[in-house]
């Protein structure tokens, strides 16, 4: 399945024909839950990818052998996608299973289900920019042009997948509705990912000796998934990923926006968030710019550790 000019539109929102077809996206629409399953739901360049090694190690009770033997694609498939139910069928035992879609279009498959939902989000700026460099190595999606362009188009939801404010406020606001639900932001694994890592198994109910958090610590680190082929998509072919345009684990910071943000371009979008969140009751960590601030000048090891809620 090549198609890598292929642009799907389904209910309004653009996908990668690379991946997506109206079938596939069809079949996650009508997805069949069972109470066993874990779905990750994330907009793109949220931190997907490690929450998926995050939830593997978590049930393999912090042993890295399956995170480091087996695709992610293929221990944690996108519903919408087009391998999904062939490895659906070729897996067994309890599954993991990841989704980019927004919530309007999987709340009908999720009522009266108890699947355990993890929803990760990220600061917007941050999304912004990772997304703007993966459309530079990714031959599935369009060439971005100048980043302001791409952020025009970001801000008015004019990209693949959609809206991102749409997607968190549609996933946060509904969380009431969904029998098991995790919220989880890239900046608290970032802050303090032995924490994350409890929240993540207290949740799934995989209690965690400190041997195995450790362990399970240790190799989703940033420096461990990024040599990780598992994760780190070298695996994927040059036409479909070209990787001397950029890596995939690219840098895995927290307020990166600012060495690509302009000034203006920045208080722009400020002004958008201000008004498109203004019905969203969360708060979010990057909300509040001193914290931001004061985390961007830390280094890793002088990062706080914060007790998981
Ligand atoms: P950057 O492009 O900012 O580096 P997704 O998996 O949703 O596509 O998100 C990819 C982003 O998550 C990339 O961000 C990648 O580097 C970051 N990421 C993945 N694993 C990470 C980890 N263990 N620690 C920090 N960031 C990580």
Redesign the pocket.
């Known amino acids: 399945m090549a198609r890598l000019d292929v642009t799907e539109t389904f209910d309004g929102i653009t996908f990668p024909g690379h991946l997506h077809t109206q079938d596939t996206l069809r079949y996650a629409v009508n997805f069949k839950f069972e109470d066993t399953d874990t779905l990750i739901v994330?907009y793109?360049?949220?931190?997907?990818?490690?929450m998926q090694e995050i939830v593997t190690l978590v049930s393999c009770g912090g042993d890295p052998l399956r995170a480091q033997t087996q695709p992610n694609w293929a221990r944690a498939p996108w519903l919408e996608q087009y391998y999904c139910p062939h490895v659906l069928n070729a897996s067994q035992g309890p599954r993991i299973l990841t989704t980019h879609l927004p919530h309007h279009l999987l709340s009908t498959a999720l009522q009266g289900s108890k699947a355990k939902v993890i929803y990760v989000a990220r600061n917007p700026k941050?999304v912004a920019?990772?997304y703007y460099?993966f459309h530079k190595m990714a031959k599935f999606l369009p060439e971005p042009g100048p980043f302001s362009d791409f952020l025009n188009d970001f801000v008015d939801g004019a990209v693949n997948y959609g809206s991102w404010f749409d997607h968190v406020k549609g996933w946060t606001s509904n969380a009431g509705n969904i029998h098991n639900f995790l919220y989880v932001t890239y900046e608290d694994m970032?802050q303090d990912l032995h924490g994350s890592l409890e929240r993540v198994s207290r949740f799934l109910q995989c209690p965690l000796g400190e041997e195995e958090l450790a362990s399970a610590e240790r190799s989703?680190?940033?420096s461990s998934?990024r040599t990780n082929s598992m994760v780190n998509y070298t695996l994927v072919p040059k036409e479909i990923m070209d990787h001397s345009k950029g890596q995939f684990?690219?840098?895995?910071?927290i307020g990166?926006w600012v060495n690509i943000f302009s000034k203006d371009q920045s208080h722009s979008f400020d002004g958008v968030y201000a008004s498109k969140m203004a019905d969203c009751s969360l708060a979010f960590v990057w909300q509040n710019p001193e914290e931001t601030t004061s985390l961007n000048s830390r280094t890793d090891a002088e990062l706080p550790t914060r007790q998981a809620a």
């Open positions: 994330t793109p360049k949220s931190g997907t990818t490690w941050d920019v990772s460099y970032w989703c680190s940033f998934m684990m690219r840098k895995g910071k990166d």
